[in-house]
């Protein structure tokens, strides 16, 4: 009965291996793939444009790169890794874990899943045609008017930036809603949002904070490329705009991102810290709440980006308050981890070392960030090398070393194989070693007034020798970057067999074969705890068949904080219509960028076209529902 | 004790570097009670940052290390206990460390008439922010006490100087370190900054805002003096150029004056009025050229005058590669006796 049950849901769930298959599938976990797969790419393009900025800075007064060229590489650094980088990878996690997490069978709209991934990959591609016109944006990821406006940015440049920002701002909002409705509507029955995975926390909280900021990074990219292009003055002052509008919008969707690309990574952390202490998370209740407050209060910190704009004395303590207690939730979750290590039996994984070393760096540039706080001191190092600093602890070392974390600790689940924990190890102390050489040296810099965004300096100032210095941690830091991929490759083939559940941890993806198989497990899981695996409770325990769903694509949605059933979900099958409708969005955007009106007609009405087709009601589908 | 020794060694070169020097840009070696009041600030929460860090990391070492466990066992999964960290560690010492720091921020801000409004000052210097130099105007009474210069401010030593800063361009910051923290120059906006240097010396800044391609070299040079030299350098600026005198120099004049350098740069009480490039009137008494990029010397103004896109790619300066020979000789003489 088993095996014919299994045949059924495999027939039904899974995506034939075709090019038409490739290109059409809904599969949630394929998808999560091609996100991570697609973020680790862009990863490596943004090292090593970083690498060749520190080849430049390495001695003062050098000339291996013209001033112009240096803009476009740090401005290309920026955006690649804040944007296409440690958002997308974080997506790409959840979109495969979530539904794993939940125990639904894929997320609430699999095909806009599909269509989000293809308008990331796309709005990548977009920005990076710009180098190969030699006309990259050089405003810096932050690209301040009117700096980046037509007189002085007369190139196509901003022009990338503001069509691939607002093509990726479609994607990811896309993504948020579709987090909050699988969240929400698909956990398994039994989940009462008290008994959630503070992963799902994490992603539900930056996915209503995405849906929230990111309209006004949407908006500020508009007035830019409409005062760029189509004559308006938003952010003229000549014609009565206001420059410093563009830094209001930029911001208030900017501090949130941050929050954005760093709580899921603190969710993976909570995940991930409990599994290799052996017991649960000290203060979940703490944690969650914190998660959910550092998204509040995270709209209301932006202006410290901005201490140095000339603002009264009240609006400016009021910012580096909020600043300061945004601080206490995220010190709660420190103080959480490392209870939860003391009062565990910690096992010292590598997944363990990043998870450690994740906390180290994210002390480090926390208490960094306390200093900025501090609104005289802020004008002093804001825009020096001090704050360069500040941004890379806190973005490397809470985004990127919780996604190594994540790698070896989930990878053996999507791929079924282990990877070598010696090598593991290794790469970790190269990274960590290589990371504080590189970015710790930045702090004094800063503090001996090197200013950042300058492509290079005289000699006589004492910054050289540092420079180098620097210069040399960051090619380990690289280096222990590659070998963490090599041990990914030879894993492949070569790793140990993982099995379901290789770390004896306690959350719902872990009960799946690993990799899954296409519909995730055969029964709908029911949960008691927040511990399902290592409670006492059987979750597939389902004698009647009642949970097994085979009659079509369908899955359990429940109420939203208890988690008690309320339907039979129908997901829609593979399709195709979702690459169609990217490319669509793609051509609207690349003539938006060089304002061809007829090709933007054109594929204006080609998108309209296949969204028609796309949203058509299908009266067969309905029966079921 | 070998150990000992290499780290106090390892300390002191790294205090010494912040303490600065004569060509120093730290932010800890203040020349100004400004900067003297921010970098009290800035060591107290430096201080607390790195032992703070310091402590955490051994916390979390000592933490990972003192027992071991194994993956085949776990704790029970309704284990609880733990909370007094999270209420300690995560709230009450976190509360009190910033409270504090809040405090002495906003009492601090306090000494700081920057962003209060218009009405209440009376600027003695106008800063203008330009791709990529600085135009100074002193604003004295009357305006026959008025004159403009670039890149060099010269403040008379131990009382505040009132600045108003603004832009022609983009948005720059006006940034130096030993004096002042930074303050934006921003189009349609006037801010103001009290400058106040409390021994003579020179003083370098820069551009604190990206503002293209050569925000590296924007600097700035603030000469504090005595206020009898000062008063003394104010009345040698108000004068109009110095007549050449020499043959090379007259010859310089001409060959200023018949070529496109007049139509960007002011030469006072000559027909060179042209507006959108340094003041040139006493060029020869200020230290650099290029925005303090370079020393002002005969080498350097030749290579500027016939190289300048090599020396400061996208300036506006072009490269005025047919000036040779006697022309250039005498033209680069003709600017070092406007004194």
């Not at chain 1, 069978?105 to 709005?123: Q, V």
């Not at chain 1, 405003?139 to 930036?161: E, I, R």
């Not at chain 1, 908006?219 to 004559?231: H, K, P, Q, S």
């Not at chain 2, 020097?21 to 800035?42: F, V, Y």
């Amino acid at each position: 009965m088993s095996a014919a049950v299994q045949q059924r849901l495999l027939e039904l769930w899974e995506t034939p291996k075709t090019l038409h298959g490739l290109l059409s599938t809904v599969d949630h976990k394929q998808i999560a793939k091609r996100y991570i797969g697609t973020a680790m790419v862009f990863l490596f393009i943004g090292g090593i444009e970083a690498l060749i900025m520190r080849i430049q800075l390495a001695r003062p007064d050098q000339n291996i790169l013209g001033p112009e060229t240096y803009d476009q590489i740090f401005t290309m650094h920026g955006m690649t890794m804040i944007f296409w980088y440690a958002s997308p990878i974080l997506s790409g996690f959840g979109v495969y874990l979530v539904p794993l997490m939940i125990g639904s069978r894929d997320m609430a709209f699999p095909r806009l899943n599909a269509f989000t991934y293809w308008t990331y990959l796309f709005s990548g591609i977009l920005l990076y045609i710009s180098p190969f016109l030699g006309q990259a944006p050089h405003g810096g990821w932050f690209a301040y008017t009117p700096y980046t406006s037509v007189p002085y940015s007369p190139g196509w440049g901003m022009d990338f930036y503001n069509t691939a920002l607002i093509l990726l701002t479609i994607s990811t909002t896309g993504g948020a809603i579709n987090f909050i409705v699988t969240i929400l509507r698909l956990r398994a029955p039994g989940m009462s949002i008290s008994k959630m995975p503070l992963f799902l926390y994490s992603t539900l909280t930056v996915s209503f904070v995405t849906v929230f900021a990111l309209p006004a990074l949407t908006v500020a990219n508009i007035f830019l490329e409409l005062d760029r292009r189509w004559a308006t003055h938003f952010f003229d002052f000549a014609r009565g705009g206001t420059p410093l509008l563009w830094q209001q919008l930029f911001w208030f969707f900017g501090h949130p991102w941050v929050y954005i690309i760093f709580l899921p990574a603190t969710g993976m952390i909570s995940m991930i810290v409990p599994v290799f202490s052996r017991r649960p998370i000290v203060g979940y209740p703490y944690v969650a709440v914190s998660t959910v407050l550092t998204g509040l209060v995270g709209f209301g910190v932006w202006v410290h980006h901005m201490f140095a704009v000339g603002m009264g004395g009240l609006a400016m303590s009021f910012f580096s308050a909020a600043s300061m207690t945004i601080s206490i939730f995220t010190i709660v979750q420190i103080f959480a981890w490392v209870a939860t290590i003391w009062k565990g039996w910690p096992v010292l994984t590598t997944s363990m070392y990043f998870a450690l070393g994740f906390i180290a760096l994210l002390v480090v540039g926390g208490l960094s960030g306390v200093v900025t706080a501090v609104i005289p001191v802020d004008w002093q190092v804001t825009d020096t090398y001090f704050v360069v600093s500040h941004i890379h602890y806190v973005l490397v070392g809470a985004n990127m070393m919780p996604v190594f974390a994540a790698l070896y600790y989930w990878l053996p689940k999507m791929t079924g194989r282990m990877l070598d924990e010696k090598l593991g190890k290794i790469s970790f102390w190269i990274m960590f070693i290589g990371f504080n050489l590189a970015f710790f040296p930045m702090h004094i810099l800063g503090v001996l007034g090197m200013p950042r965004r300058i492509y290079t300096y005289k000699a006589g100032l004492g910054w050289g020798s540092t420079n180098m210095l620097m210069t040399v941690g960051a090619f380990i830091l690289a280096f222990g970057i590659l070998i963490s991929l090599i041990n990914f490759f030879r894993s492949l083939k070569l790793g140990a067999i993982a099995g379901k559940n290789p770390w004896n941890a306690d959350t719902l993806e872990w009960s799946t074969e690993s990799p899954p198989e296409p519909y995730g497990s055969v029964h709908i899981p029911t949960v008691i705890s927040r511990h399902p695996l290592w409670d006492e409770h059987e979750e597939e325990e389902d004698p009647n068949g009642e949970r097994v769903l085979d009659q079509d694509r369908l899955t359990l949605s429940s109420s939203w904080l208890d988690a008690e059933v309320l339907a039979l979900a129908r997901m829609p099958n593979d399709t195709i219509l979702p690459l169609l409708l990217a490319i669509g969005f793609m051509a609207i955007f690349v003539a938006l960028t060089f304002q061809s009106m007829w090709v933007i007609v054109g594929a204006l009405v080609y998108s309209f076209a296949i969204a028609a087709v796309w949203f058509w009601p299908k009266p067969e589908e309905g029966e079921l529902a | 004790m070998i150990r000992r020794i290499t780290l106090a060694t390892v300390a002191g070169t790294a205090l010494a570097a912040l303490a600065g020097c004569a060509t120093s840009r730290s932010t800890l070696s203040p020349a100004g009670p400004a900067a003297g009041s921010i970098s009290w600030l800035e060591w107290s929460v430096l201080i607390v940052f790195l032992v703070i860090s310091f402590i955490m990391w051994l916390l979390l070492l000592w933490a990972a290390t003192r027992k071991r466990g194994s993956l085949a066992t776990h704790e029970p999964w309704n284990i609880g206990g733990g909370q007094s960290w999270i209420l300690i560690g995560g709230f009450a010492i976190p509360f009190l460390v910033l409270s504090a720091f809040f405090l002495l921020s906003t009492v601090s801000l306090k000494s700081f008439p920057v962003h209060d409004g218009d009405s209440m000052h009376h600027p003695e210097i106008r800063v203008i922010g330009h791709q990529w130099w600085w135009e100074i105007q002193y604003l004295g009474h009357p305006e026959d006490r008025q004159f403009t210069t670039a890149n060099e401010i010269h403040i008379p030593v131990g009382r505040p100087v009132d600045i108003e800063l603004t832009t022609a361009d983009v948005i720059h910051s006006f940034w130096v370190p030993r004096l002042h923290g930074k303050v934006d120059l921003i189009p349609g906006t006037r801010n103001y900054i009290h400058v106040q240097a409390n021994a003579p010396g020179n003083y370098t800044g820069q551009c604190g805002e990206y503002c293209g391609e050569q925000h590296a070299h924007m600097l700035l040079l603030v000469v504090a003096q005595p206020e009898k030299d000062y008063q003394e350098w104010y009345a040698q600026q108000l004068n109009p150029a110095a007549m050449p005198t020499t043959a090379e120099a007259l010859h310089g004049r001409d060959v200023f004056m018949g070529a496109a350098c007049s139509l960007c740069h002011q030469i006072r009480g000559t027909e060179a009025h042209g507006f959108v490039a340094p003041d040139l009137t006493h060029i020869a008494s200020r230290q650099n050229i290029a925005a303090n990029s370079y020393a002002n010397n005969t080498a350097n103004l030749e290579a500027w005058v016939t190289h300048a896109q090599s020396l400061k790619p996208g300036a506006e300066m072009p490269n005025l590669a047919a000036f040779n020979g006697t022309d250039l000789r005498d033209l680069v003489a003709f600017l070092q006796q406007l004194k």
